[in-house]
T-cell receptor
Framework: DARVTQTPRHKVTEMGQEVTMRCQPILGHNTVFWYRQTMMQGLELLAYFRNRAPLDDSGMPKDRFSAEMPDATLATLKIQPSEPRDSAVYFC??????????????FGAGSRLTVL | DQQVKQNSPSLSVQEGRISILNCDYTNSMFDYFLWYKKYPAEGPTFLISISSIKDKNEDGRFTVFLNKSAKHLSLHIVPSQPGDSAVYFCAGHPLANTGNQFYFGTGTSLTVIP
């Protein structure tokens, strides 16, 4: 049963601390997305990668957020320094890009971040 | 700029009745749409999709309708069951974008009352 694995599932930290969230996409998938779930914006796209190359990170606050894919099995989302307004659930999703409409995204279970 | 809008944050329906969840989009380049279902403490899971070449797609109790001229789609669940209680997200995909970049709405929380 292929799945997207995210760690940690829960993280409580203090304002100003660095937070790193990790994602293992489904083997063979070539696109990886980071979404943030908020009440006002719903599922807000932060960044996405295709074949490990960043294609769009316009949704991320650049001064404090960074996203990378060091290899095909790992995507990371880092917040430094963290702020209380960053408290949210962060989802990673992966998919297989190709024919338009041919594929769907598979989401991980999410990382719930609380910044005090 | 919210390109996909779900204007009803919540919906309550009696078990056995029809649930209708609505979604509007602004980007005329969207040509593929998906509905995702999300339970608490879990990630969203794919439910049903529709291409712009169709106006209806059915899968068991779930049917999605697309009205391109109105830029509107809806998800019908018949009959509704208590296990359908979840948050439903609508998502749109732009034409010629093969990168799987979907734009999601804010979600509608469905409660099916036994």
């Amino acid at each position: 049963d292929a799945r997207v694995t995210q760690t940690p599932r829960h993280k409580v930290t203090e304002m100003g601390q660095e937070v790193t969230m990790r994602c293992q996409p489904i083997l063979g998938h070539n696109t990886v997305f980071w979404y943030r779930q908020t009440m006002m914006q719903g599922l807000e796209l932060l960044a996405y990668f295709r074949n490990r190359a960043p294609l769009d990170d316009s949704g991320m606050p650049k001064d404090r957020f960074s996203a990378e894919m060091p290899d095909a099995t790992l995507a990371t989302l880092k917040i430094q320094p963290s702020e209380p307004r960053d408290s949210a659930v962060y989802f990673c999703a992966s998919g297989l890009a190709g024919t338009v409409g041919a594929n769907v995204l598979t989401f991980g279970a999410g990382s719930r971040l609380t910044v005090l | 700029d919210q390109q996909v809008k779900q204007n009803s944050p919540s919906l309550s329906v009696q078990e056995g009745r029809i649930s209708i969840l609505n979604c509007d989009y602004t980007n005329s380049m969207f040509d593929y749409f998906l509905w995702y279902k999300k339970y608490p403490a879990e990630g969203p899971t794919f439910l049903i999709s529709i291409s712009s070449i169709k106006d209806k797609n059915e899968d068991g109790r779930f049917t999605v309708f697309l009205n391109k001229s109105a830029k509107h789609l809806s998800l019908h669940i018949v009959p509704s069951q208590p296990g359908d209680s979840a948050v439903y997200f609508c998502a749109g995909h732009p034409l010629a974008n093969t990168g799987n970049q979907f734009y999601f709405g804010t979600g509608t929380s469905l409660t099916v009352i036994p």
